[in-house]
């Protein structure tokens, strides 16, 4: 999704006049109405024009919390949960709202892209979010980008802790549970295709991987893909070093390797996506 029409999107979500259009940026040539704004982008997505995937994607905010159901299919081998523990888990839509005047960011330039629901505690790198709530706080979401002929999945991301408590997300293959969910979403609006990002060209892994390298917790001659066959055990420990250095803080380690590889490559090859030339994974949906 071009950044005109992102900020386009985002005028909408917020009720921004459409008229007030920030210095640098053109309108469309195309009626600016709210509606055109998202046949435009579902037209782009699906590949040709879709008045459903054009209503749906506008009223994505609006979902409010629903079933989550889809999870029976999802609990892990050897796991069980109850009826009554299940109806605290829901499952509801939601955008990265952003801001409408691009002027206003973090000092380093980036868009400061926050959740619609759950405010701006809640930090997304995708514009469309399926997120997996417990007891009404968000637990998990996985979030895509509308892009030409398909939906790129960007983001998933466990929420571990909250108000110090630990969410029971190791129950559930939650990562497979909400990557389902955007198959699903696109095999019914006749998208043609999902990508799901690579630890390899996820930002914050490489970010966090370059980091840990250049303090010396990585050989010099480590790549990234080495770096994601540790154990679980090994990787714990090397974040434990991570913060006793002095140049090394906690946000700082965004994502590790082994945690990224399991959470995108794994999950995607489980689902039956299979290797892009980009490095990426991709799965055909219509």
């Known amino acids: ?32 109405t709210r509606d055109t704004i998202f046949h ?4 782009n997505c699906a590949g040709k024009p879709s ?12 979902c409010r919390e629903s079933s989550a159901e889809f999870l029976k299919k999802f609990i892990k081998q050897g796991q069980t949960i109850s009826e ?27 868009d400061v892209d926050f959740s619609y629901a759950f405010g701006d505690g809640v930090f997304y790198d995708a514009k469309f979010n399926f997120c997996l709530t417990y ?12 892009e030409e002929h398909k939906l790129f999945v960007k983001q998933i991301q466990g929420v571990k802790q909250h108000k110090n408590k630990k969410f029971p997300l190791h129950e559930i ?9 955007i198959v699903k979403f696109a095999q ?38 080495e770096a994601t066959s540790m154990s679980a055990e090994e990787e714990q420990e090397l974040k434990k070093r991570a913060i006793k250095l002095p140049n090394i803080c906690y946000t700082d380690i965004h994502l590790m390797p082994r945690q990224g590889f399991l959470i995108y490559n794994v999950t995607a090859k489980r689902l039956g996506f299979e290797n892009a030339e980009n490095g990426n994974y991709v799965l055909k949906t219509a």
Do not use: H
């Open 40 to 43: 435009l982008l579902a037209k």
């Open 84 to 110: 009554e523990e299940l109806q605290k888990y829901a499952l509801r839509k939601d955008v990265q709202l952003g801001l409408a005047y691009p002027e206003v960011c973090w000092p380093d330039g980036r």
């Open 135 to 146: 007891t009404g706080e968000l637990a998990a979401f996985a979030g895509f980008v509308p």
């Open 173 to 181: 293959k939650w990562t497979a549970g909400l990557l389902s969910l």
């Open 1 to 32: 999704m071009g950044r005109q029409l992102d900020y386009l999107v985002n005028c909408v979500y917020q009720g921004t006049p459409l008229e007030v259009l920030a210095e640098g940026y053109k309108p469309f040539d195309i009626e600016n």
């Open 51 to 62: 008045l459903k995937l054009a209503k749906t994607l506008r009223e994505f905010k609006c």
């Open 188 to 225: 019914e609006n006749k998208i043609p295709e999902v990508e799901v990002q690579s630890v390899e060209n996820n930002k914050w892994a490489r970010m966090t991987f370059k980091k840990f390298k250049e303090n010396g917790l990585y050989r010099p001659s480590t790549t990234l893909q």
